[in-house]
């Protein structure tokens, strides 16, 4: 491990920790310090440390927080990010609300602490030498590198003592040009618009200026590929949790799918509901000759929501798979999954589970932005505390708000596009009844649907509801009848107060029943 200190963008020292001994500063600045060390010791951990936090590094811990090559990581000590938050008027993803309690998975990199391997830095070194500023190269190499692979954290475990180091932000022009570099072009005139109409700021000399310069191109980043072990060196156990509904005929294919897995799980936990009063269970063949104890629960209470928390209640193994009843795959499935796991040392996976003929668009294991609710596996010790939350039952947002749940108590979610379901969609699935909403007869319907809303209230930066509201506002602009946009914003206000409404009420009415 090779540190450098730094203050004011510029170097102090440089400590190799592994052989005990200064090394010699060719250059003070930072950013050229911190290619030119990753150049000359090609295959090293390299951290960058400021200055005044030199007597808080938790050395200890840093052979397990980088456990693999493949790991960035940083820890912000300021309430307030380098990366403006801003930057929520274009980002959508869970990544850029971080929990600064816990390991977190964001591409908001910082250069008060943090380290990653000099084999990653030096894929970059061509196209952000020039730069003068760390911080701002280090959220260019995450956000390039998330998507293909690298794997990037907030982590407070980086340091053994609370320390603040103030620095400034983000000049605005730097950012409009990392948005112009990271998203597609429109996104730069939202952010425009999102700035004017929420905080009354007219950006026209920052825009300016980022037209000016050019466009940071960063060729496309390959990481290497990963060599998996042939085998598990630690068997653990796994429960599997499948709620159902109707679907006796896919539900026995799943469980001899599951019967004949190399790996086999220890409890298949089965949570059936049926809302027929005086119905019973039409699974006759659980009693069967089968692998593996089947933990069988008959419920009247409709609800995905309710019958995966009864299933929670009953798991007893070191991991689950949350699998769905009409999913089809290979023997072989189990075992993948866990070598992935391994080699990765992940907390928990989504697996690629698409229906026939649709095209997986990814080709190699990165970090997720959701989570499947009948395609992951979790570890175990990470869902105590968690749960699967009611305002959602009924709705949609339940597994994006699961992988939220997930990510807030330090479990990372990876997507592994390498072990494959096929996803049957069998038609007598699903909603087979008509729910009746709380607010299905209200004079003024709530938009979005209240259970959207109140995934965006709980797990939303303010900056990122602002920016889904615009977004809202002129997409639905076009399929609706009023064309005077003044009248048709009062009446979509209206709709938007309703659903922060009823999604309040949701929330409340979620956490009176925990």
């Given at each position: 491990?090779?540190?450098?200190?730094?203050?004011k963008?510029?170097?102090?020292?440089?400590?190799?920790?592994?052989?005990?001994q200064?090394?010699?500063?060719?250059s003070?600045?930072?950013?050229?310090?911190?290619?030119?060390?990753?150049?000359?010791?090609?295959?090293?951990?390299?951290?960058?440390?400021?200055?005044?936090?030199?007597?808080?590094?938790?050395i200890e811990?840093?052979?397990?927080?980088?456990?693999?090559?493949?790991?960035?990581?940083?820890?912000?000590?300021?309430?307030?990010?380098y990366?403006?938050?801003s930057?929520?008027?274009v980002?959508?993803?869970?990544?850029?609300?971080?929990?600064?309690?816990?390991?977190?998975?964001?591409?908001?990199?910082?250069?008060?602490?943090g380290?990653?391997?000099s084999?990653?830095?030096?894929?970059f070194?061509?196209?952000?030498?020039?730069?003068?500023n760390?911080?701002?190269?280090?959220?260019?190499?995450?956000?390039?590198?998330?998507?293909?692979g690298?794997?990037c954290?907030?982590?407070p475990r980086?340091?053994?003592?609370?320390?603040?180091?103030?620095?400034?932000?983000?000049?605005?022009?730097?950012?409009?040009?990392?948005?112009?570099?990271n998203y597609?072009?429109?996104w730069?005139y939202?952010?425009?618009?999102n700035?004017?109409?929420?905080?009354?700021?007219?950006?026209?000399?920052?825009?300016?200026?980022?037209?000016?310069?050019?466009k940071?191109r960063?060729h496309?980043?390959?990481?290497?590929?990963?060599?998996?072990?042939?085998?598990?060196?630690?068997?653990?156990?796994?429960?599997?949790?499948?709620?159902?509904?109707?679907?006796?005929k896919?539900?026995?294919?799943?469980?001899?799918?599951?019967?004949?897995?190399?790996?086999?799980?220890?409890?298949?936990?089965?949570?059936?509901?049926?809302?027929?009063?005086g119905?019973?269970?039409?699974?006759?063949?659980?009693?069967?000759?089968?692998?593996?104890?089947?933990?069988?629960h008959?419920t009247?209470?409709?609800?995905?929501?309710?019958?995966?928390?009864?299933?929670?209640?009953?798991?007893?193994?070191?991991?689950?798979?949350?699998?769905?009843?009409?999913?089809?795959?290979?023997?072989?499935?189990?075992?993948?999954?866990?070598?992935?796991?391994?080699?990765?040392?992940?907390?928990?996976i989504?697996?690629?589970?698409?229906?026939?003929?649709?095209?997986e668009?990814h080709n190699?294991?990165?970090q997720w932005?959701?989570?499947?609710?009948?395609?992951?596996?979790?570890?175990?010790?990470?869902?105590?505390?968690?749960?699967f939350?009611?305002?959602?039952?009924?709705?949609?947002?339940?597994?994006?708000?699961f992988?939220m749940?997930?990510?807030?108590?330090?479990c990372?979610?990876?997507?592994v596009p390498?072990?494959?379901?096929?996803?049957?969609?069998?038609?007598?699935?699903?909603?087979?009844f008509?729910?009746?909403k709380?607010?299905?007869n209200?004079?003024?319907?709530?938009?979005?649907?209240?259970?959207?809303?109140?995934y965006?209230?709980?797990?939303?930066?303010?900056?990122?509801?602002?920016?889904?509201k615009t977004?809202l506002?002129?997409?639905?602009?076009?399929?609706?009848?009023?064309?005077?946009?003044?009248?048709?914003?009062?009446?979509?206000?209206?709709?938007?107060?309703?659903?922060?409404?009823?999604?309040?009420?949701?929330?409340?009415?979620?956490?009176?029943?925990?």
């Open positions: 491990m090779i540190v450098i200190f730094h203050k963008n510029r170097t102090k020292s440089v400590f190799d920790y592994e052989n005990n200064e090394l010699k500063i060719e003070n600045k930072l950013v050229t310090t911190f290619f030119s060390l990753a150049n000359a010791y090609s295959d090293r951990l390299i951290v960058w440390c400021h200055v005044d936090l030199k007597h808080n590094l938790n811990e840093f052979g397990e927080i980088f456990h693999n090559q493949l790991i960035m990581c940083s820890f912000e000590t300021s309430d307030k990010h990366m403006d938050s930057i929520g008027y980002e959508a993803s869970p990544f850029i609300n971080v929990n600064k309690s816990c390991k977190y998975p964001t591409w908001l990199m910082s250069s008060d602490i380290g990653m391997y084999k990653v830095i030096n894929r070194k061509n196209d952000l030498s020039f730069a003068s760390l911080d701002l190269v280090l959220n260019y190499i995450s956000k390039k590198g998330m998507p293909n690298l794997l954290y907030s982590n980086l340091l053994n003592m609370e320390k603040v180091i103030d620095k400034k932000s983000i000049k605005k022009s730097d950012l409009i040009t990392f948005i112009k570099s597609k072009h429109r730069v939202i952010y425009l618009f700035n004017f109409i929420y905080q009354k700021k007219i950006l026209a000399l920052p825009f300016f200026i980022s037209i000016l310069g050019e940071i960063i496309q980043l390959k990481l290497d590929t990963v060599q998996i072990p042939n085998q598990i060196f630690n068997e653990k156990s796994v429960d599997v949790l499948i709620p159902t509904l109707g679907r006796k896919e539900l026995l294919d799943v469980l001899k799918d599951l019967n004949n897995q190399t790996v086999l799980p220890k409890n298949v936990i089965i949570v059936e509901q049926n809302s027929e009063e119905s019973i269970s039409e699974l006759d063949y659980l009693n069967g000759n089968w692998n593996f104890i089947i933990k069988h008959f009247h209470q409709l609800g995905a929501c309710n019958a995966r928390n009864i299933g929670l209640s009953l798991i007893e193994s070191d991991f689950v798979f949350f699998a769905d009843d009409d999913i089809r795959f290979s023997e072989k499935l189990i075992e993948e999954s866990l070598v992935y796991m391994y080699y990765y040392n992940a907390d928990a989504t697996l690629n589970c698409l229906q026939e003929n649709e095209v668009l190699r294991v990165h932005p959701t989570f499947g609710t009948n395609a992951s596996i979790s570890k175990t010790k990470y869902l105590d505390k968690i749960r939350r009611m305002a959602y039952e009924f709705g949609y947002g339940e597994d994006s708000d992988g749940q997930l990510r807030n108590q330090g990372d979610i990876l997507y390498f072990v494959k379901m096929l996803h049957l969609k069998a038609p007598i699935g699903g909603f087979r008509k729910i009746t709380e607010w299905g209200d004079e003024i319907q709530p938009k979005p649907a209240p259970t959207v809303m109140v965006k209230l709980k797990h939303n930066t303010k900056e990122q509801l602002q920016s889904y977004t506002f002129t997409k639905f602009y076009r399929r609706q009848l009023i064309n005077n946009p003044l009248k048709y914003y009062k009446t979509f206000q209206k709709s938007w107060n309703q659903s922060i409404y009823w999604a309040n009420y949701l929330i409340k009415k979620d956490s009176d029943e925990v």
